[in-house]
């Protein structure tokens, strides 16, 4: 088990910054992938930024530019940095941990969640 504890949401005026911390403890050595997703109020949970323990990293394209994503292997730590936020970036951000399904062991893959934590953005 993984368990992920958020930090950071807030209320922030458009062109503000935000930044979200996630702090993983429990099975860190079975994650794969790290990152976070959002949901908007009538829409479904959408993924922001993700980064592979390789260091390869995705961002939706509407947060390209705008925000950063950052881990620490060391202190179990996935950061969003999130700048020139519009109000369209509202939503609960939940940090995801995610491990890759395996043939080999006969198991799919496994998605761990945080509690989730809101980010508003005024216009």
């Known amino acids: 088990q993984v368990q992920l504890v958020e930090s950071g949401g807030d209320l922030v005026q458009a062109g503000g910054s935000l930044r979200l911390s996630c702090k993983a403890s429990?099975?860190?050595?079975?994650?794969?992938?790290m990152g976070w997703y959002r949901q908007a109020p009538g829409k479904q949970r959408e993924l922001v930024a993700s980064?592979?323990?390789?260091?390869?990293?995705d961002y939706v394209d509407s947060v390209k530019g705008r925000f950063t994503l950052s881990r620490d292997n060391a202190k179990n730590t996935v950061d969003l940095q999130m700048n020139s936020l519009k109000p369209e970036d509202t939503g609960v951000y939940y940090c995801?941990?995610?491990?890759?399904?395996?043939?080999?062991?006969?198991?799919?893959?496994?998605?761990?969640w945080g509690q989730g934590t809101q980010v508003t953005v005024s216009s």
């Open positions: 995801n941990a995610h491990r890759y399904g395996s043939v080999t062991f006969r198991r799919g893959p496994q998605d761990y």
């Open positions: 429990g099975s860190i050595s079975s994650i794969d992938a």
């Open positions: 980064m592979t323990n390789g260091g390869s990293t």
